[in-house]
């Protein structure tokens, strides 16, 4: 019999990806049938994603992935479209880095104090998250008209489908879920004007969710019917239920794209204020579990320093600056990877060194002395969020796992090993698509178990890199003192 293949449709910041996996006789074997990039569009003074774009990517990778048991869509969180009542999307979506943000979250504060948000939703601040953005567009003719919203892993899946829904560990990115109850808080809804009308019926991962319209089957050659499935539709919840970790194994995990979640998972989420001021975040994520996990910049930093470079006409090799950078002096200079400062896109560089100049620390001479300045404060970022993981929910871990495409970056895996003093295993960088792959497997019978069966099977068949710290931990000690403060819950 032909193995069971599943298509995972994942769509990072920087790239999408059609990703089909089959399943026969407990191996599980991964084809990249489609990728292609992710670019937003500045149009006026307001950045968008480009999504028509991205669905022509999905139909395409679609078409390239051929017959398959079923369908699931992840992608980046907080972000959504907005319907007219005749299902029609009302302009383009706004990208989560776009300006519209700036300022709102100290008026959400004046209704709303971030001790009782926080109380109520368990979420890290970030100025973008959705409840922001949608501070930000009330009064808009645009909101006014809408009937509906739908986060950008349901508003694909909509139209795939014609069905519309709301999945539950991407609506927890919202921050109008009660992360203790899997519902909606009625209480910051209210108090901030947000109707939750507009949100369809919340469903969770494993659930169904319709199948292929036959406009969709006739575009991608595609024989129905094919069933979409519900999955971990935020993209880290997938990548967190793609995290290769032995049974029983007590981990920590940094899913490394653009940006960098860190953390741990849990049953039941921390609420505490000390928890709110550490800026941890409780998402949901697949089984019911939470996701206790800091945002940290990630190499959204790396990437704008290589978009930087390139305008300049300086070209970049990015093996060849990750060759500089891993014999470049070690922590020479580190800035705070947490920082709001480096969210918005453009002038990367200088605005490393102007952090460096800030905190007294010498700028970076060249471009693979930034790398390496790049990759020693995520290392740093990566050891702290690990470190309060364990503080603040009372957990230890024995290990660090690096799921993502940080996991190629091995001087990064190296690094982070070194600063958190812990013992990194890496890969798989298609965590997401993986964790995507096998919560529609279950769903369809194909295999069966627990979050930790899922992880063990991949334990088993994944390609895994093992980094062992090295025993120096008084220079990442000193480093970290050299940007102390100014870290706490920036909208306190
Ligand atoms: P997202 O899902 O947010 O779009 P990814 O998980 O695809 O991001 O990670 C993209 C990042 O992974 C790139 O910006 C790059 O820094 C890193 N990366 C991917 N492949 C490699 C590689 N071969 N070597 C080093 N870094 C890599
Ligand atoms: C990663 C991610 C992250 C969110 C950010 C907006 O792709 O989903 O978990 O915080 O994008």
New binding site residues.
């Given amino acids: 019999a032909s193995p069971a293949a599943f298509a995972a449709v ?8 059609v990703i089909v996996g089959r399943l026969a006789a407990g191996a599980l074997d991964l084809e990249e049938v489609h990728r292609f990039p ?1 670019r937003p569009v500045r149009v006026g003074r307001t950045l968008h994603w480009d999504m028509l774009g991205l669905y022509r990517g999905v139909l395409d990778g679609l078409r390239a992935a051929g017959p398959v048991t079923s369908v699931g869509i992840d992608t ?1 969180a907080v972000d959504y479209g907005l319907l007219d009542a005749s299902g029609a999307l009302l302009g383009n979506p706004v990208h989560y880095r776009d300006a519209r943000t700036e300022g709102v979250a100290a008026k959400v504060a004046a209704i709303l104090p971030p001790e009782r948000l926080y109380a109520a939703t368990g979420l890290q601040y970030l100025p973008f998250n959705t409840v922001y953005q949608l501070a930000a567009a009330q009064g808009t003719p645009q909101l006014t008209a809408a009937r509906r919203l739908l986060l950008i892993p349901d508003l694909v899946s909509y139209w795939l489908t014609g069905v519309a829904g709301t999945e539950l560990t991407n609506a927890s990115t919202t921050q109008l879920i009660d992360p203790r109850t899997g519902d909606w808080s009625v209480t910051v809804a209210d108090a901030l004007g947000i109707d939750l009308s507009l949100f369809p019926p919340l469903r969770r991962p494993g659930d169904p969710a319709g199948e292929l319209l036959p406009e969709v089957l006739a575009e991608t050659g595609l024989t129905g019917p094919v069933p979409v499935t519900a999955v971990g539709s935020h ?1 880290t919840a997938s ?1 967190v239920a793609g995290v290769p970790a032995r049974t029983g194994s007590r981990f920590a995990y940094i ?5 960098s979640l860190a953390g741990i998972e849990l049953d039941t989420p921390v609420l505490t204020e000390e928890s709110r001021r550490a800026n941890f975040t409780n998402e949901l994520g697949v089984d019911g579990t939470v996701r206790f996990l800091r945002n940290i910049m ?3 930093i ?2 704008e320093c ?1 978009r930087d470079w390139e305008a300049e006409g300086l070209g970049h090799d ?2 060849r600056l ?1 060759r500089g950078a891993a014999v470049a002096v070690p922590l020479r200079s580190v800035v705070d990877a947490g920082d709001s400062a480096f969210i918005a896109p453009g002038g990367m560089p200088g605005r490393i060194a102007e952090a460096c100049r800030r905190t007294g620390q010498p700028v970076p001479r060249d471009a693979a002395e930034t790398v390496r300045c790049v990759l020693d404060s995520l290392a740093l970022a990566h050891r702290s969020a690990v470190e309060d993981a364990q503080r603040l929910s009372g957990r230890e871990v024995d290990v660090v796992h690096i799921v ?7 001087l ?1 895996c190296r690094l982070t090993a070194d600063a958190c003093g812990l013992p990194v295993v890496a890969g798989p ?2 965590a ?1 698509a993986l964790g995507n792959v096998l919560v529609q497997a279950r769903a369809a019978g194909a295999v069966s178990g627990s979050l930790s069966d899922i992880r063990s099977l991949l334990h088993r068949t994944q390609p895994l890199r093992q980094y062992e710290p090295s025993d120096d931990r008084n220079s990442w000690d000193l480093a970290a003192a050299r940007i102390a403060g100014g870290k706490e819950a920036t909208c306190a």
């Fill in positions: 994942d769509l990072g910041a920087s790239s999408g990806r992710n980046w993209d990548a899913c490394t794209g653009t940006w990630g190499l959204w790396l990437q290589l990015l093996d990750l993502g495409g940080g996991a190629h970056n091995e990064l960088a298609e997401a």
